[in-house]
Nanobody, 125 residues
Framework: QVQVAESGGGSVQTGGSMRLSCTVS????????ITWFRQAPGKEREGVAA???????SYADSVKGRFTISQDNAKNTLYLQMNSLKPEDTARYYCAATRNMLAAGSLNFNWYNYWGQGTQVTVSS
């Protein structure tokens, strides 16, 4: 089955930057859809950013203009560059994958059935 693994979380002050990585294994990167989600304590899981194979992006309104999703196909890796971080960005960030290519670009977590363990991002004021 598809395996995804996140890395790059940590603590940063308000206004800082951080880059998360998500590496895919067991399936060719080009055959899966992968998207970034996050979940803060007491809040619902939120789709953060998605990227289609032809380069189209989708972002949650709360991160538009601050976060950038990108990928390196050769490294089977999806990235999330997070700039101008705010305390409300504090959450556990997950990448999720599906082999259903109809999910391409979707921020709806119901499409995705392969999830990583997540990486914690904490933004202090």
């Amino acid at each position: 089955q598809v395996q995804v693994a996140e890395s790059g979380g940590g603590s940063v002050q308000t206004g800082g930057s951080m880059r998360l990585s998500c590496t895919v294994s067991n399936y060719p990167y080009s055959t899966v859809c992968i998207t970034w989600f996050r979940q803060a304590p007491g809040k619902e899981r939120e789709g953060v950013a998605a990227l289609t194979s032809d380069g189209l992006t989708s972002y949650a309104d709360s991160v538009k203009g601050r976060f950038t999703i990108s990928q390196d196909n050769a490294k089977n890796t999806l990235y999330l560059q997070m700039n101008s971080l705010k305390p409300e960005d504090t959450a556990r960030y997950y990448c999720a994958a599906t082999r259903n290519m109809l999910a391409a670009g979707s921020l709806n977590f119901n499409w995705y059935n392969y999830w990583g363990q997540g990486t914690q991002v904490t933004v202090s004021s």
